[in-house]
C-alpha cells in the first residue's frame, strides 16, 4: 500500500474542497484524511493503491466548481494502514 501526503493551494477554503476530496477518495477506494490549514491550503493524506493515488492528484487539482487551485504539493510516503476510510478532519 502506498501513501502520499498533499498540500492544495487555491481558492480551496469555503468551496467545499473537503466534501469533493472525500467523495473522489470513496470513489477510488482510498482511505486517509483531509483538512483545512490555518493558511489557507488544505492537507491530504491518501493511503491505497498508486494508481488510485493519481487518480486523485488529478481530481484535486481540478477542484469542485468555485475553486481555483494554484497548485498542488505532492510528496510519497508508506501507507501505515490506520485508517478504514477517507474522513474529514476537523
Known sequence: MEACR???RGIVQGVGFRYF???EAHYL???GWV???FDGSVEIWAEGDPAGLDKLEQAV???PSGAHVSGVL????????????FEISY
Not at 505532492?74 to 476510510?85: A, C, I, L, M
Request: proline share 0%; glycine share 18%; charged share 35%.
Open 6 to 8: 498533499m498540500v492544495v
Open 21 to 23: 476530496t472525500r467523495r
Open 29 to 31: 477506494g482510498l482511505t
Open 35 to 37: 483538512k483545512n490549514n
Open 61 to 63: 487539482n481540478r477542484g
Open 74 to 85: 505532492r510528496e510519497e510516503g508508506k501507507g501505515t494502514g490506520q485508517y478504514d476510510q
